[in-house]
């Protein structure tokens, strides 16, 4: 997910639009945990051998620089089932919502009730870990209502499908830039609650470790939350099946407060990144390692910088 659409669209977007869109109605045709095992398949035998896993190498390389080439393709592997087993819940939102019970538990529910006491806003925050999109599901399942906010989607009919899946789902969605920035401040200063996916790199921000390593980091958890009094809510996903999964909510706290608004914003998203940090270490083959979380090459540009130390 990157930019706002701009512009009309172009033929590589129709031709990425009719292929998401065939993937979509033959899922739909199968019971919704073989469709999820067959795209699984699909993608560990077809995904490590497209262009796009490289990426995936050379973060893990940049991560874990020791780690065996064996181990290194496994989780190259598993990443891509990852992603694409992502893409089968996106298509049947509907069906996993109509099973929710049974496919999303919740760990961790009383913590969504000690938020809602505060009388406090709410900042929950997550990672590309699991499906992120079973959060909005299981807060409504404890009567509490979440705006998720995210980037728009390069391809604007596939980003436009994936708007009418999460209206379709009742997910309320605000859409990052300007105009989503003054609808985020107006929700956390009115009090309401938002979703934030904060384990992806920014031009600004803040320079903090993220799995160990310095990582521009979104900074507006911190400042929104020292602001206008919101509490910080790590919530973490996991999949623990073909469509199924566990949120886990955390604890709730405020933002580090010692007056020094860059140094509390530094502190709080270190210890933000330290949690998703933690949950990724402990299943690595779940999160979105495409990320260009560290820039672009990252081994590269951390080669040329010790040449000009």
Not at 47 to 65: K, Y
Not at 164 to 187: D, M, P, S, Y
Not at 204 to 226: C, E, I, K
């Amino acid at each position: 997910m990157a930019r706002r659409e701009r512009g009309r669209p172009t033929l590589l977007h129709y031709i990425e639009y009719f292929i998401a869109c065939t993937a979509r109605d033959l899922t739909r045709l199968l019971p919704l945990d073989t469709a999820s095992n067959t795209v699984a398949a699909l993608a560990r035998t077809v995904g490590p051998r497209l262009g796009w896993s490289h990426r995936v190498r050379a973060n893990l390389r940049f991560i874990w620089p020791d780690m065996p080439a064996s181990e290194r393709e496994r989780l190259v592997a598993g990443v891509c089932e990852f992603s694409c087993r992502v893409l089968c819940d996106y298509w049947n939102l509907h069906r996993i919502r109509a099973e929710q019970e049974e496919r999303v538990e919740l760990v961790g529910g009383e913590h969504l009730e000690t938020l809602r006491r505060s009388g406090k806003p709410g900042i929950l925050f997550t990672a590309h870990t699991g499906n992120w999109e079973m959060i909005p599901l299981a807060a409504r399942r404890h009567g509490l209502n979440v705006t998720v906010v995210n980037r728009t989607i390069n391809n604007p009919l596939v980003g436009a499908e994936v708007k009418r899946v999460q209206n379709r789902n009742g997910t309320k969605v605000i859409f990052k830039g300007r105009e989503g920035a003054r609808q985020l401040t107006a929700l956390v200063a009115g009090g309401g609650h938002a979703l934030l996916l904060v384990d992806v790199r920014l031009g600004s921000g803040v320079a903090v470790p993220f799995l160990g390593r310095t990582a521009m980091t979104p900074s507006a958890p911190a400042s929104l939350a020292l602001r206008h009094g919101a509490l910080l809510v790590p919530v973490r996903t996991e999949r623990t099946g073909a469509a199924h999964f566990r949120v886990t909510i955390e604890q709730p706290r405020p933002p580090v407060d010692t007056g020094d608004r860059i140094a509390d914003i530094h502190a709080t998203m270190t210890w933000a990144n330290d949690r998703m940090s933690e949950w990724i270490r402990a299943r690595p083959e779940q999160w979105f390692w495409f990320h260009w979380r560290w820039g672009k090459n990252p081994e590269r540009k951390e080669t040329a910088a010790g040449k000009h130390a």
